[in-house]
């Protein structure tokens, strides 16, 4: 190979039916159930500074959700972490967002029988994402509250991570159309329950209120429950009505995109001052501090 050959994975790096690529250049089969259907899973950890942040609860997580699928990567832990390393030391970046899939694969033509698929795992570094700006972190994100149902839990189990994102995709459209940035969906009851990628939170009278159901278990979501346990706050996990999320004194949403994100707009109401409370910035900084502690990280060339 000569040097022109050689690849620039700069941008990132995918593991593509036994191979290592640049990102651009990554791609599954058109046939694949994973691209048909959605008929696939993932998972998604971050590295900081050149760390993994809680891999075992993510890998943990993967695993769950692959056996609830019944999807089978054919890999371990270890040959999982294993190449999940290889993509960041090969797109040498410190900072990155790390996913991991296992797809349905392509069954025999004519057969409609899942069974008969063999299924196939990826797995890709690509720069670190946030799912807020600069400064939407800074002065906090306005939130639309949508009319759209989540789909319901016995339809398509929310804590097994999924691609079923139609409902969220179309209350974002509408929530950025109307002039937010983002938006949470409500469950059939009425209750909040989660936006696109990130779990949600609020804060009454100096108690953190988050949903009990009907959303995806994030780990950041984890992350800041045990987090406020550590510092004294109390945590109640339980239904939230949009009178108790809308008219809460903090309000934020949690993402491995960036952590702990202060909102203060809901349906263009000011929450508490307008600006991030206290209690979430206090958790945003307690967040960032925990990628410091040596038992919740793995390190990439470790």
Same mark, same amino acid.
């Given at each position: 190979?000569?040097?022109?050959?050689?690849?620039d994975?700069?941008?990132?790096?995918?593991?593509?039916?036994?191979?290592?690529?640049?990102?651009?250049?990554?791609?599954?089969?058109?046939?694949? /159930?994973?691209? !048909?259907? $959605?008929d #696939?899973?993932?998972? &998604?950890?971050?590295?900081?500074? *050149?760390?993994?942040?809680?891999?075992?609860?993510?890998?943990?997580?993967?695993?769950?959700?692959?056996?609830?699928?019944?999807?089978?990567?054919?890999?371990?832990?270890?040959?999982?972490?294993?190449?999940?390393?290889?993509?960041?030391?090969?797109?040498?970046?410190?900072?990155?967002?790390?996913?991991?899939?296992?797809?349905?694969g392509?069954?025999?033509?004519g057969?409609?029988?899942?069974?008969?698929?063999?299924?196939?795992?990826?797995?890709?570094?690509?720069?670190?994402?946030?799912?807020?700006?600069?400064q939407?972190?800074?002065?906090?994100?306005?939130?639309?509250?949508?009319?759209?149902?989540?789909?319901p839990p016995?339809?398509?189990?929310?804590?097994?991570?999924?691609?079923?994102?139609s409902?969220?995709?179309m209350?974002? /459209?509408a929530? !950025?159309d $109307?002039? #937010?940035?983002t938006? &949470?969906?409500?469950?059939?009851? *009425?209750?909040?329950?989660?936006?696109?990628?990130?779990?949600?939170?609020c804060?009454?009278?100096?108690?953190?209120?988050?949903?009990?159901?009907?959303?995806?278990?994030?780990?950041?979501?984890?992350?800041?429950?045990?987090?406020?346990?550590?510092?004294?706050?109390?945590?109640?996990?339980?239904?939230?009505?949009?009178?108790?999320?809308?008219?809460?004194?903090?309000?934020?949403?949690?993402?491995?995109?960036?952590?702990?994100?202060?909102?203060?707009?809901?349906?263009?109401?000011?929450?508490?001052?307008?600006?991030?409370?206290?209690?979430?910035?206090?958790?945003?900084?307690?967040?960032?501090?925990?990628?410091?502690?040596?038992?919740?990280?793995?390190r990439?060339?470790?």
């Open positions: 190979m000569t040097v022109t050959d050689t690849p994975f700069s941008k990132g790096c995918a593991f593509v039916r036994g191979q290592y690529v640049p990102i651009e250049r990554a791609s599954i089969p058109i046939t694949d /159930l994973g691209f !048909l259907h $959605s #696939a899973t993932y998972d &998604v950890v971050t590295v900081w500074n *050149g760390a993994f942040f809680r891999l075992d609860a993510h890998l943990e997580r993967f695993r769950r959700s692959c056996q609830r699928w019944r999807l089978d990567p054919q890999l371990s832990d270890h040959e999982i972490t294993t190449i999940l390393s290889q993509c960041v030391r090969l797109s040498g970046l410190q900072s990155s967002y790390v996913e991991m899939l296992c797809t349905r392509q069954t025999p033509w057969s409609r029988d899942p069974r008969q698929a063999v299924n196939q795992f990826y797995a890709f570094a690509v720069p670190y994402v946030w799912i807020a700006n600069e939407q972190r800074v002065n906090g994100l306005s939130l639309r509250i949508s009319d759209i149902q989540r789909i016995d339809s398509v189990d929310p804590t097994i991570k999924n691609y079923h994102w409902d969220l995709t209350g974002l /459209l929530a !950025l $109307s002039g #937010a940035d938006v &949470v969906l409500v469950d059939r009851q *009425g209750h909040v329950v989660e936006g696109p990628g990130f779990n949600i939170f804060v009454r009278e100096g108690t953190i209120l988050t949903p009990e159901s009907g959303m995806l278990e994030g780990v950041t979501r984890r992350t800041v429950i045990e987090m406020a346990q550590t510092l004294g706050i109390k945590v109640q996990i339980r239904a939230v009505t949009v009178q108790e999320f809308s008219t809460a004194d903090e309000v934020f949403v949690t993402s491995s995109g960036g952590g702990v994100i202060a909102v203060t707009f809901v349906d263009e109401k000011v929450i508490g001052q307008g600006k991030p409370g206290a209690m979430t910035l206090k958790l945003a900084q307690t967040y960032w501090a925990w990628h410091e502690i040596p038992a919740m990280n793995v990439v060339n470790d």
